[in-house]
């Protein structure tokens, strides 16, 4: 498996590659590799530093899939707190959880430069790094997520289907971060030709990145695009469901809600309902209890070999930047109106939270 990287790089890509570099053993690790769970160091204390709680995913479904795999494991799970989107709250996070000794650090990073000198400090204390969900530029890490190209796609895939022609805008991630880049040329891998016929057009200004993920924001952006259009925009794709939420008020406001064609990312709850309600084409899932789950098991493999090239399933590849590295990704999949069922049967969602305000036998699952 390989992670399918965008043609141009990010800036970060090029500052501080070098801070991989630090001791290459945890401390009171084993030389054995890709030990089963149950057999991890008696001494395992995995820490994790969280970027934000903001995204309902996070605290809901990645947390209990680490804590859940680490226990299995007889591990310890540290958290370092809700890291509030903030850097400097983030690097704080890290320096607590190096100070308790922790044996592997789990870092879903706020900002990926920012967060640099934390990582270095990391790896210099000889505890090993899992990216979780966020890519970091070093070779020293293991980048693990799910395949955010294919997220694109797919999320471009089920709104042109639903909406072959006119006008779209798009609403990106942080620009400070790499997924953003991912989830654009996962997108561009089905809009390019649509593009180039002139069957989809997007207008100037209609392509916005969008500070800290947030609802308010992508709000803010998709009503200017309206007002700057004249409410003349037909698809919109959304990089995730939060702020799809925003998006879906700003056209909400303007009767567009459902007419306008959009597509988000992340499976939360809100979404789903909207798939099961018609004013969300799609939300891509990916199984964040899943990434969790993988997140503890490749965590209590470190403990007994820091080395991340060894842990089960990591595959060789390179960094936005170009930097080899090893990463493991998790498959995605495309949740509309006709397959809710897989949600559902899942657990990852109730009949209730799908179906509400859903006529019934409108959709299956309802």
Request: proline content about 4%; hydrophobic content about 45%.
């Amino acid at each position: 498996m390989s992670i399918r990287k965008p043609a141009a790089f990010l800036a970060i890509a090029v500052i501080l590659a070098a801070c991989g570099g630090g001791a290459s053993t945890a401390p009171g690790a084993s030389a054995t590799a890709g030990a089963p769970a149950s057999q991890a160091a008696a001494a395992c204390k995995v820490g994790v530093a969280w970027a934000t709680f903001q995204e309902q995913r996070y605290g809901l479904r990645d947390e209990p899939g680490i804590k859940a795999a680490l226990a299995a494991g007889g591990a310890e799970y540290m958290s370092g707190g809700d890291g509030q989107n903030k850097a400097e709250v983030q690097a704080s996070q890290i320096a607590t959880l190096i100070a308790a000794k922790i044996n592997v650090l789990v870092l879903n990073a706020v900002d990926p430069v920012a967060v640099l000198p934390s990582l270095k400090a990391a790896l210099d204390a000889g505890i090993p790094v899992i990216a979780y969900d966020r890519e970091l530029e070093s070779s020293k890490v293991l980048f693990l997520t799910h395949d955010n190209v294919l997220v694109g796609h797919l999320i471009a895939d089920a709104v042109t289907k639903a909406q072959p022609t006119g006008n779209y805008a798009i609403i990106k991630g942080d620009k400070t971060q790499t997924n953003p880049i991912f989830l654009r040329q996962g997108m561009e891998e089905v809009l390019a030709p649509l593009v180039a016929s002139g069957a989809i057009k997007i207008p100037a200004g209609a392509e916005q990145f969008t500070d800290g993920w947030k609802a308010e924001n992508a709000q803010a952006e998709m009503e200017q695009i309206l007002t700057a259009n004249n409410n003349n925009i037909q698809g919109v794709l959304s990089e995730n469901d939060n702020m799809a939420t925003g998006a879906v008020a700003a056209l909400t406001a303007q009767g567009l809600a459902g007419k306008v064609k959009i597509g988000g990312q992340d499976g939360d709850t809100f979404a789903l309902n909207r798939v099961a309600l018609g004013t969300q084409v799609v939300s891509v899932w990916k199984n964040a209890t899943e990434l969790g789950d993988a997140a503890g098991k490749a965590a209590l493999e470190l403990c007994k070999n820091p080395d991340v090239s060894k842990v089960t399933g990591a595959t060789a590849t390179k960094t936005t930047g170009g930097l080899a590295s090893f990463s493991l990704l998790l498959k995605p999949i495309a949740i509309t109106k006709d397959n809710l069922q897989v949600v559902l049967d899942a657990k990852w969602i109730t009949v209730a939270d799908l179906c509400k305000g859903v006529t019934a036998g409108s959709v299956k699952g309802c």
